[in-house]
């Protein structure tokens, strides 16, 4: 009887070590990603907090905002690279409890983001409190566990000027013909930059110009209202695309100065080192002056020169 028992035992030990020993050979178990999809076929994404909300959507290959303007394209690319196969490592707690504490409940969330292809949801969850730098904790809108995943809340901003495309106002590629309304054209020619009227171009000043409009950056939309106010420049500008019109305005009020395209539909504000530099007459597209040194001969050396 008592070999019977030992036997047993020995057969139950054999037992685990050969358990261990095929789970050994499986190797450590890896958790499946928090999120999984694939973000070149999302078109809509709407980002919320408990008092206000954005929506951006795709169409055509662009990404625009609800009031029509251009939306950032690249910022929004960033955020959907972020969030596509985020790894949530293991849960950091499972308990409703602890999902309040961490702010990821319907009652107690610092950020809902939603990502969308079509009707097809492809996240929908709480961004929360954050355990350490750059990381957040996140669960499901439905429920489930918490997580703590790489993201940052500020990444999922729900302002407008967040998610803006700041570029909006340059042209599609250079400029090829350009008229200050009122005062003078430019022109790129055969031969180079030519003006109407007729003047003598420092190429390099008329280049540096240009330059300023195709690299133009607004900062935000802005909620000043213009009224009756005259702009202090109008430019009609050619570019691949065909023309535009841009006008510049300078409120003297606040000092603020404001840029309206033709192409888009809002007003918007530059910074006053930007907007002021946007403004030049011809003569400040002219060749410096030649210095000359004044010679001036006095009595004594006429004498001398005699002597």
Known sequence: MKQIVLAGILAVQVLIV?????????????????LQFDRTTVDRLVLSTADESIELRREDDKW???????????????????????????PVATSEGTAKRFEVTEDTFQKHVAVFAGEESFADIYLGTSPSFRKAHARSVKGGPVYAID???????????????????????????????GNYSLNDGEDGWESLPESELDVSKVRSYMDRFESLTVFELSEIEIGDAEPRAQFVISDEAGSYTL?????????????HSDRHVSYYGLASYVGSELVKDLSDLAPDEEETDD?????????????
Do not use: C
Not at 295 to 307: K, N, R
């Open 18 to 34: 050969v358990l261990i020993w095929l789970l050994s050979l499986q190797g450590p178990a890896t958790p499946e990603p928090f």
């Open 64 to 90: 625009s905002m609800p009031d029509g303007n251009p939306a950032d394209e690249r910022k929004i690319d960033r955020l959907l690279e972020r969030l596509e196969d985020v790894a949530g490592d293991w």
């Open 151 to 181: 993201f940052s809340n500020h990444e999922a901003s729900t302002t407008l000027n967040s998610w803006l495309d700041k570029s909006l106002l340059r042209p599609t590629g250079p400029i090829t013909e350009f008229e200050h309304v």
């Open 247 to 259: 006008s510049v305005y300078y409120i003297e009020d606040s000092e603020d100065w404001l840029a």
């Open 295 to 307: 010679v001036i001969i006095t009595t004594e050396d006429i004498t001398d020169e005699t002597d």
